[in-house]
């Protein structure tokens, strides 16, 4: 959800955009049509007009027609039509009302009105595009065809909600398409923190977006050139630094001193011990992916470990189980382990290092004090917590950074005397 969230929102502010402008068109749809039904029905008075002074002037039929005519109406007289339109009929709107009739009399002294009130019933009805109007007293009915109203049209609205729908539609089409390259930058991002640093963000286009992808492809050249540079400065320097240790290993042997001999000897294997740890330390900074990473035994790596550290097996005790696999690069993991070894030893009471699984992860125990400093103290670069011990300060900043290339952290507790450091 997270990765798609500009997407969602769009679509979603699309969604809510559509059906709001459904509602409001829906709604004025059923306003709009009940106030032409009601300025329709009106007409109804002018039926009811003519069809009463017809009764009281008791006018023929045809008369009644052609008054009927002058308003575009008919009167539908075959029974079997009438009950056609009746059943099948769609009822617009009924009303009932009372009609009013005056009328004079005359009696012996004098005329008077006499006022009659009938109760009628109106109903207007659509049929075959048609308006009906039917007319019931307490006896009689009357149906009548105006010829000359239609139903209600609703292609009008029809028409200008699908503008505006189609609008709105193309509208949020177009911002999609605007964020494609977004996606596909997004995309090129995280093959290029995978360790494709060939990639390229290059683009012609000029928007906000093509703005930021350019930028991107200017970083990238600049990091690009700034790791080939590191890289080429640390090759050359160590590969200058193994000449002069070499000549001077060989140098050493010519002393007439043993105390010299060793003494210098001494310090030109910390030299290319240490040349070994940065060509390490730059593998493992520059590993750009994992195709030299396999599934192993985990016993194996730990064995190749004890061979590297050159110890006797018997100050290692290991409680791991044998079918327990890893997905690691193998030399550098062994390289991490190797150099917990040295450390636990180094710094234990006893000269001895258990190796165990505990919770699913892989610990380091040895007997000793506690660290004086944080973890993340012993972590960095050429710190040590003895100076007076035989150490490079590069064993746990190399160890953190091989473990950090294969997603895993490196973390210590300290319990009833036992120091142990764990790879979680």
């Known amino acids: 959800m997270k990765k798609h969230a500009v997407l969602i929102t769009v679509l979603f502010a699309l969604s809510v955009s559509l059906i709001s402008i459904s509602t409001i068109f829906l709604e004025f749809y059923k306003l709009n049509k009940k106030q032409y039904i009601d300025r329709i029905f009106t007409k109804y008075s002018v039926i009811t007009q003519i069809y009463r002074d017809h009764k009281q002037r008791e006018n023929s039929e045809t008369m009644l027609d052609i008054n009927l005519a002058v308003y575009k109406m008919q009167i539908i007289k075959e029974e079997e039509e009438q009950k056609v339109v009746l059943d099948n009929g769609t009822i617009?709107?009924?009303?009932?009302f009372e009609s009013l009739s005056t009328s004079f009399m005359y009696n012996k002294s004098s005329f008077y009105a006499q006022n009659k009130v009938t109760k009628l019933r109106a109903t207007m009805i659509k049929y075959n595009k048609l308006i009906y109007f039917h007319i019931q007293t307490r006896n009689i009915g009357?149906?009548?065809?105006?010829?000359?109203?239609?139903?209600?049209n609703y292609l009008n609205i029809l028409y200008a909600f699908s503008t505006i729908f189609m609008i709105i539609s193309a509208s949020f089409i177009?911002?999609?398409q605007k964020l494609r390259p977004l996606i596909r930058l997004r995309r090129k991002i995280a093959l290029f923190g995978d360790g494709d640093m060939k990639i390229s963000f290059e683009t012609s286009s000029c928007d906000e977006i093509g703005l930021v992808s350019n930028e991107l492809e200017s970083t990238r050249r600049k990091i690009n050139s700034i790791l080939e540079s590191r890289t080429l400065f640390l090759r050359n320097i160590m590969h200058e630094l193994k000449t002069p240790i070499a000549k001077g290993t060989i140098a050493t042997q010519m002393l007439d001193s043993e105390k010299q001999r060793n003494r210098f000897s001494s310090i030109f294997n910390r030299l290319e011990a240490l040349v070994i740890e940065f060509a390490l330390i730059e593998e493992v900074t520059s590993l750009d992916d994992k195709h030299d990473f396999n599934e192993y035994r985990l016993?194996?790596?730990i064995d190749g470990a004890i061979d590297m550290a050159m110890v006797e097996k018997d100050v290692v005790s290991i409680d791991i189980n044998c079918d327990k696999k890893l997905h690691a690069n193998y030399r550098l993991y062994t390289t991490a382990i190797k150099n917990m070894i040295d450390n636990?030893?180094?710094y234990s009471n006893d000269g001895h290092i258990n190796i165990l699984m505990r919770n699913g992860e892989l610990c380091f125990e040895?007997?000793?004090?506690c660290l004086s400093q944080p973890l993340s103290?012993?972590?960095?670069?050429?710190?040590?917590?003895n100076p007076s011990k035989n150490s490079f300060g590069l064993g746990l900043y190399l160890v953190d950074s091989i473990l950090k290339a294969h997603g895993q952290v490196l973390a210590h507790e300290y319990e009833d005397g036992v120091n142990r450091f764990i790879f979680a």
């Open 344 to 346: 636990a030893i180094k």
């Open 174 to 176: 177009l911002v999609l």
């Open 366 to 369: 040895n007997r000793g004090e």
């Open 142 to 152: 009357i149906l009548i065809k105006d010829e000359q109203l239609t139903p209600y």
């Open 377 to 385: 103290y012993y972590i960095e670069p050429f710190t040590k917590e």
């Open 299 to 301: 016993i194996d790596i």
């Open 92 to 96: 617009l709107k009924r009303e009932g």
